[in-house]
Structures are given as structure tokens and as C-alpha cells.
């Protein structure tokens, strides 16, 4: 069975298939802000998105970043790791 939520014009930020929660789509409203403020306003989106789908980020298990300059990627990197318990750490590609 697959479930679609939250829709936009173009995309649902949710799919969910099977039990699992798929989600897309996610960028920083405010682009005035540094890395680390677009960071947390990115993952208080998926929080959002993942209690919409019935979940919590304790199950992610993959994540797809994509930056414009990885000479700020250390400062998401340290949001990153406030964000998540050590031991609930997905796998993860920054591109």
C-alpha cells in the first residue's frame, strides 16, 4: 500500500510504501542564514515530516545531502550530529 502526504504543486514531501517513510524535497526557507542555521531549519522540516509519516528521525535509515560549497559542510556537519543520538546515526551521502 502506498501512502502520499503533505503535497505541494510538484511533489508529496511524504511517500510511504510497505512501512517505510520516503521523503524529499527539503530546503532552507531563509538563505540568508549561515550553514548551520540552514541546517537546523532543513531538519526541523524532516523532524515535521517525519511526525506527519508516523515516525521519528531514531529511524532514518539513509539520508542524501546536497551542498553548494563543502568548505561549510563541517558546520552541517556539526548540526548534524546535535540533531542525532550516536547510536541512531543513518548512512549518509553529502554531495
Known amino acids: 500500500m502506498t501512502e502520499r502526504l503533505l503535497r505541494t504543486p510538484t511533489l508529496h514531501r511524504v ?5 517505510i517513510a520516503y521523503i524529499g524535497g527539503i530546503v532552507a ?5 549561515d ?5 537546523r531549519e532543513v531538519l526541523a522540516k524532516l523532524d515535521t515530516y517525519l511526525r506527519e509519516s508516523g515516525s521519528d ?6 539520508a542524501t545531502i546536497f551542498i553548494t ?13 546535535e540533531w542525532l543520538a550516536p547510536d ?3 548512512t549518509r551521502a553529502t554531495i
Request: hydrophobic share 35%.
Open 69 to 81: 560549497d563543502m568548505n561549510v559542510k563541517p558546520d552541517m556537519d556539526a548540526v548534524w550530529k
Open 88 to 90: 541512531d546515526l543513518p
Open 15 to 19: 511517500v510511504k510504501h510497505n512501512g
Open 29 to 33: 526557507d531563509d538563505d540568508s542564514l
Open 35 to 39: 550553514m548551520a542555521g540552514q541546517t
Open 57 to 62: 528521525r531514531s529511524k532514518l535509515l539513509s
